[in-house]
């Protein structure tokens, strides 16, 4: 079973810094997890990373390999991440492949939410799809260190 943690208590942690919800594939989770932690030190700026910040998992560790999330209680998953994104002030998304669940976070935010909505697209293949430029509140960043220099640096 997947619990999410007190949302509240981690947003006030995070008080005096912009706080965006960090969305990516399963997959790429730990590798994304080093470089949210150097950004955060570096910048005035929080990632709410949905893998690490928002579950405690008992029988469903994601640190075990598993790509997804194995779990019957996906209801309250997906709501936890909508509430998350609704308490953050935007969305950064990071798209190392073709990813449903990262899809869904980006349309909500952007779309429903009417929210920044930062887009690194490292899957070339899915650049220029309509509805990546669609959602995007700024052209998709071709890699991390682009965004870096582009948004971070300038604004952060």
Known sequence: MVILKNLDEIISDFKGKKIFYLAHPTVARNEIRDWEIEVEKKYNITLLNPFFDNYINDSTELKGGKNYIDDSDYKSIVEGDLKA????????????????????ELFYNSVHLSKPTYIIMEDSKLMHHPWIKYIASYPPFKNREEFTKEVLEKLY
């Open 85 to 104: 994104i609704d308490r953050c002030d935007g969305v950064l998304a990071i798209m190392t492949e073709n990813s449903v669940g990262t899809a869904m």
